[in-house]
């Protein structure tokens, strides 16, 4: 009887299929030829930009973005249809772009993007906007037309930016690559590739995030982390309302502390505590501007002269950037001082070993004990008091 319940219900199953109208039966065939055929015009669309034909582009749809992406050096231009929705002559696509700078970018940036399209009376489909997905961060052609400055190591990318403001960060960059080049040395591309938006808010549209986060952040770094054979692409980007308030200096410290980022992205990875990754290149950014750690960690010299000697070295926590500014500060202070002891007590080559060690390790557990009895001969418990020490001979 089994047996014949399972035959009796495929019967069924063909028995429906059959009866099913033609119209129903070809819905999905449908719906697949569409996203077919969307995706081969967006395969036409991407070899238009990266062959800078404009007329193959506009053929396609909206031209708005290759207008704004007229300067911008492109290698490649890649997009995946990841899901399409239509209603009639009208579509709406999910896609994944790629794409890549030339001679900077090792490995693509990645983006999420929405496309609206329409269907004209010949069939054949074209682009009507191309925007950020919902919960991806912008890209910087959203938010207007892209002027690039060259320098010597570096792409300096701007919306909203003189010419004259797009060189002072390239000569910034160009500055920082050699100093970071030759604090870490190692296999890095040695180039750095720098965002500047009109504002604070286009900041915080290509990082996806509220402006509030990053309100007092002059810079930050993105790019996947994972220590990946193949560098990922990072890009330096700039809140330009807090670099207005920078010094020169300061501005220099800045971009080269963003650029040792981008070196040593290869070797970060989810070991690697942020007291270490952000004292680090706190460390190469300071490193030959005579700062005194009196002057460049006020907030720990003022916690120190108080009697609030850290216990531990900062936690992860303790870089939050929407929390309490001077916890924030004390946190950058203190991890970039416990670099500056490794410098002076083990020396440079030391502290770059240290940092390569704790991201072999691979996971969080384990990883900073082991690179400090492996290189530094010492254990957590001794390193944290003998920082705790530092601080107190330094700012005390």
């Known amino acids: 009887m089994a047996g014949r319940r399972r035959a009796w219900g495929a019967g069924v199953a063909v028995l429906c299929a059959l009866l099913v109208s033609p119209a129903g039966c070809a819905r999905p065939a449908v719906q697949d030829s569409a996203r077919g055929e969307v995706q081969r015009l967006l395969d036409r669309r991407a070899e238009a930009i990266v062959d ?5 582009w506009r053929a396609t749809g909206t031209a708005t973005a290759y207008d704004r992406l007229r300067a911008v050096p492109l290698e490649d231009w890649e997009y995946k249809v990841t899901g399409l929705r239509r209603d009639g002559d009208r579509a709406t696509a999910d896609a994944e772009l790629r794409y890549r700078f030339t001679g900077y970018d090792a490995a693509p940036v990645v983006a999420g993007r929405t496309l609206s399209l329409t269907r004209a009376p010949d069939g054949r489909w074209r682009v009507v906007s191309d925007r950020p997905a919902r919960k991806s961060g912008q890209q910087l052609w959203d938010q207007g037309e892209v002027a690039v400055v060259r320098g010597r190591h570096s792409i300096v990318l701007g919306v909203g930016r003189s010419t004259d403001s797009l060189r002072d960060f390239a000569g910034l960059a160009d500055h920082a690559v050699p100093a970071v080049s030759d604090a870490w040395g190692g296999a890095w591309n040695r180039r750095v ?5 009109e504002s604070l808010k286009g900041m915080a549209g290509l990082l996806g995030s509220p402006a509030s986060s990053y309100r007092g952040i002059a810079a930050v770094t993105t790019g996947e982390v994972g220590g990946s054979a193949r560098a990922p692409a990072d890009r330096v980007i700039v809140n330009p309302d807090a670099y207005a308030l920078l010094g020169p200096t300061g501005r220099q410290v800045v971009l080269t502390h963003e650029t040792t980022h981008v070196a040593t992205r290869a070797h970060t990875n989810a070991a690697t505590p942020l007291w270490l990754s952000e004292g680090y290149a706190d460390w190469v950014g300071y490193r030959d501007t005579g700062r005194t750690p009196v002057e460049a960690a006020p907030e720990l010299a003022r916690a ?7 216990a531990a070295l900062p936690a992860d926590g303790d870089f939050g950037f929407e929390g309490d500014s001077a916890a924030l500060a004390q946190a950058y202070e203190g991890g970039w001082l416990a670099c500056r002891m490794i410098a002076e007590q083990w020396g440079k080559e030391r502290l770059g070993e240290f940092y390569r060690a704790v991201g072999r390790h691979g996971g969080r557990v384990g990883a900073v004990e082991y690179a400090m009895t492996e290189v530094l001969g010492t254990s957590l418990e001794d390193f944290t008091g003998r920082w705790r020490e530092y ?6």
């Open 304 to 310: 120190v002269t108080d009697g609030r000697l850290p």
């Open 193 to 197: 590739v720098v965002l500047v938006p």
């Open 391 to 396: 601080l107190r001979a330094r700012l005390g």
């Open 52 to 56: 800078r034909d404009a007329a193959a």
